[in-house]
């Protein structure tokens, strides 16, 4: 029979907080430096303004398919 060893402990790692303390204060920022940057203020293109040329092809593309399946059927349908 097999003696039991026992199980060997993982290794513990003490985690680091990754929030401040409460008692630490923020470091200084130099004086000529901005607390945030302001984004640009011009109006985001709009998403009419956009190509769709494609999808009105494609559609055309589905009903063409659609049509030529739905006579394949009806005429299948009428030679049985």
């Not at 907080?17 to 409460?22: D, E, H, N, Q, V």
């Not at 200084?28 to 009105?56: F, L, M, S």
């Amino acid at each position: 029979m097999s003696s039991r060893r026992p199980r060997r402990q993982r290794r513990r790692r003490e985690r680091a907080s990754t929030l401040p303390r409460p008692g630490q204060t923020a470091a200084p920022r130099p004086a000529g430096e901005t607390a945030a940057r302001i984004p640009d203020q011009t109006r985001p293109e709009h998403h009419v303004a956009t190509d769709y040329g494609y999808v009105r092809r494609d559609l055309v593309v589905v009903g063409a398919v659609s049509a030529i399946t739905l006579a394949f059927v009806i005429a299948a349908a009428f030679i049985a």
